[in-house]
């Protein structure tokens, strides 16, 4: 890493007046010991005599027009004056083995904004692995796509837009694998209302990031037809009780949206996860832990959160472990939202499990696992509560809905009660009417004495 004294010769050596300089698209390809080398450039190389650590120093915005390519240097670091990109319109490859940082060129500085690296239009997607951002980022408009591996963003300083990494265009794929973002000013990942990106975001942590302390989640994304967030780690900062999880929304009603929200642990912030205006949401095995840091309970704090006052999103809740919010699940509109539905057959496509557990959700000595308000009805069989007997009388005290309020729609959270007494011989054959056990197994031999679920409703077979 540079230290205090390169940071003021990069001072010094700053130009009066330094232009930027673009390449001329003749299909060359460079590198920034290239452009170093190259008149016009507004970069410069140094080597620290002590360890022999290769620095560039960017003064100015240079471009790699379209029709160049541009080859990261491996090992190396560059630094970035004030308001100043490395700005990719052509070609480019930031896949190193060995690792380069870029950074600003000033120690904690807050009246300097440098940029970092900007693609912008190229011809097609643009790798990263192995590239360390301080302070500066990552912006992408490029409609082919970028992905992003075994990267790191930190203390990123909004230089680059409203994310350490943007995306700011719709097109293809952009992946993020194995990567993290620990400190940034606002969300560590994000994209604008205005366009649907499509991502896949995996493998990543995510620590305290959205520093500012406004209304930004860590991960703060529009709904586009493939948004898949897997097995990421987001942890956050108590004291930045303005700060939630996960963040898809859909401001401006992109219709055909996909949004796959699973396996991921998120914990210490205002709240977990929410979705926001119109979208298709499946929200699978989450472990969502002590988001309560909203200081009034009016204004969030839910595990899970889904607002659509459009009455479009469908939504799919499936073995999530909700601890510690003030509220467990929150409905606010939407069409469909299924937490658990056990009374129709499993290969039924609203069949769901359930599966969630909730734990110590609620404030002021009251507890809300789920809080239906909504004129609609909600499904929610098969979970387990936060109540000492899985009761119908005992859950009812956890769940807001119609019972409470006849102006809002009923939870369904009980599986249907009817019963049917049969002998295994008077049961159908099992191939042409399906038996399950209570688990969601089909049985492919007549059952033994005991309760399963045939054509959605429990029986009970018994053998004399």
Known sequence: MKTTTMTLLFAALVPAAASAYKTAGDGTTYTLEKLAQTAGTEIEKYVDEDDGEVIYSIYASDTIAAGDRFVMDDGVTLLFDDNVALVIEGEADFRLQQGSVFDSAFDDADYVSPVGIVIAGSQSSTAFANCQFYRVGLKSASAKGISVSDCAFYYHNAATGPAALYFVTAGALNTVTNSQFEYCRRAAIGSPANASVAMRISDCTFTANSQDNKNVPQINVTAA?????????????????????????????????????RRCHVSDHRYGLTTFGPTNVWI???????????????????????????????ARITGNHIEGSLWGITVIGCKDVNAGRTDVEVDDPNYNPGGNTFVRNGFDGQLYDLYNNSSNTVYAQ???????????????????????????????????????????????????????????????????????????????????
Request: net charge negative; charged share 15%.
């Open 284 to 314: 699978e095995d989450n472990v969502l832990t002590d988001n309560c840091h909203e200081q009034n309970p009016m204004n969030g704090g839910s595990g899970i959160s889904l607002y659509d006052p459009y009455q479009q999103t469908v």
């Open 382 to 464: 098969g979970n387990t509560w936060n109540v000492s007997e899985q009761t119908e009388e005992l859950i009812e005290t956890v769940i807001f809905h119609q019972h409470d309020d006849p102006k809002l729609g009923k939870v369904i959270f009980m599986t249907a009660p009817t019963a049917i007494a049969a002998t295994p011989a008077d049961m159908p054959d099992t191939q042409s009417a399906p038996i399950y056990s209570l688990q969601g197994q089909r049985l492919v031999a007549a059952p033994r004495s005991g309760i399963y679920l045939r054509n959605g409703r429990k029986v009970a077979a018994t053998k004399h």
């Open 225 to 261: 037809d493939s948004v898949v967030i897997d097995h990421c780690t987001l942890t956050g900062d108590p004291q930045l009780n303005m700060v939630g999880g996960i963040g898809v929304s859909n401001f401006a009603g992109f219709t055909d949206t996909r949004t796959v929200i």
